[in-house]
């Protein structure tokens, strides 16, 4: 772990205990944060994406949720250890949650201007004029018009993307170090989707943080994103720099991924959908996870019954958790 990482998780397990079986949700995840990045985790939803986000801050609820393994260091020290006392002073403090509804993350009874200055009232002592103050300056930063006016308001009265904006200053009002952004842009329009982006890469650079982001919208990664994990049934099966990730894919799903996205200039005649479904976290394939729906699978091969490691392909961190990764990239390298 270098000087200027702020967090790295190391050989993450989490499983969900349920009548049914044993949930494994997350499974060996490993990853660091520089500040200044902006790094997306991407994946089918049910992937682990959003579970590994909780851990982080302690969201999890347990039981049923139990961490079986791994380290999640922050700045040198392992949250999976801290008290309660030292992740309240993490939550909203040091690490910040921006949640996919903003609409349910709000308390309805609470107008936004209480709500963003609940956070420095909290972890900075302010009072309740300064608070103010302060909460009026953070609409305005993230760009919500008439922010003196608004702050008295409630979340119903603000549109899907204004609201948005308000979980975002509410999320950046102590300046945080690390910006945790859960699908940010889930059901906005493609304009106030690419405003929200907008604000959020400023904010990011203009308080010097790192940001988090999950999502499954391989577009809005490869607009903002510095670095990428794709997660396939709680395991990273590829990850890297994203020109790497996408110009040099190695996995065939991360190749399924980018072959199920639509060109812009329609190059691309038909899409080329990843077939099945995804697998059942309780009765996971044996081998590799991803093995029933690869077009690379083979019979005669170890797919089915040996779980693939990490390794470099091409070197420079471009990970892929693949049998065949170095084959599948000579292939690809010489269809272009």
Not at 265 to 277: M, Y
Request: proline share 6%; hydrophobic share 45%.
């Amino acid at each position: 772990m270098s000087n200027s990482t702020l967090l790295s998780v190391q050989d993450l397990e989490i499983a969900f205990e349920t009548v049914d079986g044993e949930v494994r949700a997350v499974n060996g995840i490993s990853f660091d944060i520089e500040r200044g990045d902006v790094f997306a985790i991407v994946g089918e939803s049910g992937s682990g994406k959003s579970v590994t986000a909780m851990s982080i801050l302690g969201l999890l609820p347990a039981p049923p949720a139990v961490i079986k393994g791994g380290r999640i260091l922050w700045q040198g020290a392992d949250l999976l250890a801290a008290g309660d006392e030292r992740m309240r002073e993490v939550r909203g403090g040091e690490i910040a949650m921006i949640f996919q509804d903003p609409l349910t993350a709000f308390n309805p009874v609470h107008t936004i201007g209480r709500q963003v200055g609940e956070m420095v009232r909290i972890h900075q002592g302010m009072g309740k004029k300064q608070a103010r103050a302060h909460a009026i300056e953070m609409l305005g930063l993230v760009g919500i018009p008439q922010p003196d006016k608004r702050v008295d308001m409630y979340p119903h009265e603000f549109s899907g993307g204004m609201r948005q904006r308000a979980m975002i200053a509410m999320a950046i009002a102590c300046r945080p170090a690390l910006l945790i952004a859960d699908e940010p842009t889930t059901a906005l329009d493609v304009t106030v989707q690419a405003q929200v982006l907008e604000v959020l890469v400023a904010i990011k650079d203009e308080i010097d943080s790192a940001i988090l982001l999950i999502t499954h919208d391989l577009g809005v990664v490869a607009g903002i994103a510095d670095k990428v994990l794709v997660m396939y049934a709680g395991r990273t099966v590829e990850s890297g720099d994203v020109d790497q990730v996408y110009d040099q894919s190695a996995h065939p799903y991360t190749i399924g991924l980018m072959d199920s996205v639509p060109s812009i200039d329609g190059s691309e005649e038909a899409l080329r959908p990843i077939g099945g479904q995804p697998p059942s976290m309780i009765n996971l394939p044996s081998g590799c996870a991803f093995h029933p729906r690869c077009r690379f699978a083979r019979p005669d091969g170890p797919c089915q019954d040996e779980v693939p490691r990490l390794g470099e392909v091409g070197g420079f961190g471009h990970l892929v958790a693949c049998h065949y990764a170095s084959d599948i990239a000579v292939a690809r390298l010489a269809e272009r």
